[in-house]
């Protein structure tokens, strides 16, 4: 851990390939992925009084990544590897630490990202050997495709909405009947980070 200007660096973990941290949404804890003999469990870090927890109790070869606190709630999302090379994203309740599949574990699916509102979550998927970024619904909307490049995309972050998106829900309004409740719905929603190889050397970032 350390300050953003590089100061007061602090070592929190020893020996254990810790990874994927993320912080609580007050910013209190941490938690990340540690391995022992091969496998991966999630723990907790208290980050003022050093207590630590652990919220899984994998025993065999699972391997966990991409850990996304809930930007309001005691929930954190993540990747799962799966036997076969897939894999799954799920989320971990961190009160009674009970895990809820998001995807059906049959494709390779990845690196999933909160909406603001903490309503939705953008992920990564190979189900068409190619990555691209689709959408799960948590009302029970289900899953939505985002993206469709060829040579793949991959989801980043979610932004909130900012003051570019609110000049055109302006813009919008000022042209009345042909502004819609959807439009308006997906503007406020904030907007994906994504970046697509477009050659061999070089990504390009696109916010959606």
């Known amino acids: 851990l350390v300050d953003r200007d590089g100061s007061n660096r602090r070592r929190l973990t020893d020996n254990r390939r810790a990874g994927s941290p993320t912080f609580s949404p007050d910013g209190t804890k941490l938690a990340f992925t540690a391995s022992s003999g091969g496998t991966d469990n999630i723990y907790v870090l208290d980050l003022a009084t050093g207590r630590e927890v652990r919220l899984t109790d994998y025993h065999t070869g699972v391997r966990l990544s991409g850990l996304r606190w809930h930007p309001t709630q005691n929930e954190i999302v993540f990747d799962r590897h799966l036997q076969g090379g897939y894999r799954e994203i799920a989320v971990i309740d961190v009160e009674s630490r009970t895990i809820e599949p998001v995807t059906s574990g ?32 948590r009302s029970g909307d289900g899953h939505h495709r985002v993206t469709a490049f060829v040579t793949g995309a991959e989801a980043r972050d979610w932004i909130l909405a900012d003051s570019a998106s609110a000049a055109k829900l302006d813009s919008l309004e000022q042209i009345g009947s042909r502004r819609t409740d959807a439009q308006a719905d997906s503007i406020a929603a904030g907007r994906i980070l994504i970046t697509s190889q477009v050659t061999k050397t070089g990504d390009r970032a696109y916010l959606i």
Do not use: M
């Not at 309503?119 to 799960?136: C, H, K, M």
């Open 106 to 137: 049959t494709s390779d699916d990845r690196d999933p990202v909160w909406s603001p509102d903490g309503e939705q979550i953008a992920y990564t998927s190979l189900r068409d050997d190619v990555p691209n970024v689709f959408i799960y619904d």
